[in-house]
């Protein structure tokens, strides 16, 4: 009994000390993260969205999503964290990553750097910060909010107001309405995820889109600002990587349309185009967009792949070797 007395007194002892080392902390973070973190207005015709959007890179490269920047938007207004507003220009928009990269005037931005998805473990400290209800736009106040990886998963089906399928980061820190479009931040500040309107209807967590699955695709759209894609080898084992992004349809008897091609990938090395149809794998018939991600991850890196397509300009056999699977 004297010794836990002891511990427990060792633990009220030190508590504040701890307290205020956290509370340090999570001020670093925010003095470091909060400057870049934008609040964004877009419209189309009488259709408007607000979100939030993080400069990542000193040129005004603001990483959102298509929640808040959908495609086709016709206006785009940033407001930054002193509370000036900006003129924005849409540089790409991906409905199937639910992320849109954007750019302001200037070449001296405060911004916050990509990390990486990679490794993140449930119980990481994780934290988010945003527009919350304009909050940026209208009070130049931005919001942040603290918490752990609570979950990584697969949605299947997008939820209302999304469009992303795919591996998520699960959150506890707050995902409020206008955070949407804003980081997913690791303890160090650097971005691994961009927060999505998907949230767990169970357990009424925020989720996000990991960092790697948008990298590749902010590259490609700017790889004189972050590097151009990484090249795909067929070195080393693992999973096998096609490139495509692909969508279901009402009718999977004519195969399954590929609406996005990945940079430098095989797939766009061996010329598939957005707008193929991919009938068939190794002769075997195709039915969704899940069952070719299966049956591709089935496979090997450096592995050969026979593809059936139907093209514009008609019928086309494949033969494809596959690179490892991006990590």
């Known amino acids: 009994m004297p010794r836990v007395t002891l511990l427990l007194v060792s633990l009220a002892l030190l508590s504040p000390a701890v307290a205020e080392d ?86 001296d931005w405060a911004h916050v750097d990509m990390g990486t998805s990679a490794g993140v473990e449930p119980g990481q400290v994780t934290y988010t910060m945003g527009n919350v209800l304009n909050s940026i736009t ?43 479009g804003g980081p997913l931040l690791d303890a160090d500040g650097k971005v691994i995820g961009i927060l999505s309107l998907s949230y767990s209807r169970v357990r009424w967590l925020g989720v996000a889109v990991p960092i790697d699955v948008i990298r590749p695709y902010v590259q490609g759209l700017a790889p004189e600002a972050f590097g151009a894609p990484p090249a795909r080898t067929n070195q080393g084992s693992g999973p096998g990587y096609l490139g495509v992004v692909a969508a279901d349809e009402e009718d999977p008897g004519t195969g399954i349309p590929v609406t996005e091609v990945n940079q430098g990938s095989p797939a766009d090395r061996a010329g598939i185009a957005k707008g193929d149809r991919i009938l068939e794998v190794d002769g ?28 514009e300009s008609g019928p086309a056999d494949m033969t494809i070797t596959l690179d490892r699977e991006p990590l």
């Open 138 to 180: 209208q009070d130049n106040e931005v919001s942040m909010s603290f918490g752990i990886v609570s979950g990584r998963y697969e949605i299947t089906e997008a939820m209302e107001g999304a469009s992303y399928k795919g591996e998520v980061i699960e959150t506890s820190a707050a995902v409020n309405p206008g955070v949407d």
């Open 284 to 311: 075997k018939a195709v039915h969704s967009a899940k069952e070719l991600e299966k049956m591709i991850r089935a496979m090997k890196s450096g592995q050969q792949v026979r593809l059936k397509l139907k093209t």
């Open 22 to 107: 956290r509370k340090r902390g999570h001020t670093e973070v925010f003095k470091k993260a909060g400057p870049a973190i934008v609040g964004i207005n877009s419209q189309r015709g009488r259709n408007g969205w607000f979100g939030t959007g993080t400069i990542i890179h000193k040129d005004g490269y603001i990483l959102t999503s298509t929640t808040v920047v959908p495609p086709g938007v016709s206006k785009i207004v940033v407001t930054t964290a002193d509370g000036k507003h900006h003129t924005a220009k849409l540089l790409g928009a991906s409905v199937d990553k639910e992320a849109s990269l954007i750019q302001i005037e200037g070449n």
